[in-house]
């Protein structure tokens, strides 16, 4: 039979296991090597292979890319179709054929008459633009010629000071409108706006009527006016020249309207469709003639051209 015995447990006299017992504070301290991540120097000789600015994620569909392939596609994303704002030099490239645009009034500039000051002076901020963009101020005008045809181009650039209608813009334009009525040339405007450029007050606000009595005129002469909407184009702009084309054509999901969608909201007490104030939406409803494509544009504008100057091609002949 097997005997079971019992070892003798004195009280105060524990014996403590080697492995539980906590090294001497006095001594020399146990260091362990830290195990290195899977992978961790890999990916960092990655990323600094990778140069910064070479990618671009897209606001809509969320996809990389590549942005020489970006400004191949004239800054449409290739699957979804998304346009990305581009500048006013980019867009007159795109358009007309080599070296025949002609800038008109390239050195006028803004002057702050109101002394305006809001959380900079106004002209300290014309100042900061004028570095940043390398415009004299928000829209470039000039005489150019797209396919066959000659014709008065103005492009508004947004990142100048939200391509506001100031002093200057207003001024640009209906000089440019005069020019062409003169000429007898067709007038096509890219618009894109946060509307009136409340630095200048009044002298703002007097630029809607001016552009608007100058396609008057132009009309009269049975010219011509493509307006071209892209993405915001909002406001005075909306109010004024931008809605007076004998054709209005828009870009893919601009946004296109007087108001924003709060005020009007909160104006209407109504709870508006998802889709509201967007080009697609205008066209449904008949505000706008066409939506086109920025890389289908140029082709889309020449059509266009022969068609509304057709009448005018065949008295010069007959004449």
């Not at 004195?10 to 403590?16: C, F, L, R």
């Not at 030099?89 to 002394?115: Q, Y």
């Not at 409803?285 to 890389?295: F, P």
Request: with cysteine.
């Amino acid at each position: 039979m097997d005997t079971t015995s019992f070892t003798k447990k004195t009280i105060g006299v524990e014996t403590v296991e080697p492995a539980l017992t906590p090294p001497p504070t006095g001594g020399p301290q146990t260091t362990f090597a830290k195990k290195p991540k899977l992978g961790a120097g890999k990916s960092k000789s990655k990323k600094r292979d990778i140069p910064e600015g070479i990618w671009t994620k897209c606001n809509k569909c969320e996809t990389m890319i590549f942005d020489k392939e970006l400004d191949e596609n004239l800054k449409v994303c290739p699957k979804c179709e998304y346009h990305f704002p581009i500048g006013a030099r980019e867009r007159i490239h795109s358009l007309v054929e080599t070296c025949t645009f002609e800038e008109m009034d390239a050195g006028m500039t803004s002057v702050d008459p109101l002394k305006f000051v809001d959380k900079i002076p106004y002209a300290a901020r014309l100042q900061q633009h004028q570095k940043a963009t390398l415009l004299k101020d928000a829209v470039l005008t000039g005489l150019c010629k797209i396919g066959e045809h000659r014709a008065a181009l103005g492009v508004m650039d947004f990142s100048f000071i939200a391509a506001s209608l100031g002093s200057v813009v207003g001024e640009k334009l209906t000089r440019l409108i005069e020019s062409a009525t003169e000429k007898e040339l067709p007038v096509i405007i890219f618009s894109a706006s946060g509307g009136a450029r409340m630095q200048e007050g009044a002298f703002s606000l007097m630029q809607m009527a001016k552009t608007s009595a100058a396609l008057a005129y132009h009309a009269r002469h049975r010219l011509p006016f493509i307006s071209v909407l892209t993405n915001p184009t909002t406001g005075g702009v909306t109010a004024s020249y931008a809605s007076l084309g004998d054709l209005i054509l828009a870009e893919p999901g601009a946004m296109i309207g007087f108001a924003g969608p709060r005020v009007i909201k909160d104006t209407m007490k109504a709870e508006l469709p998802p889709d509201f104030q967007t080009a697609e939406f205008l066209l449904n409803h008949g505000l706008i003639d066409a939506i086109v494509s920025r890389k289908e544009m140029k082709a889309r504008l020449i059509g266009y051209l022969d068609f509304l100057t057709v009448g005018k091609r065949t008295a010069t002949t007959v004449s």
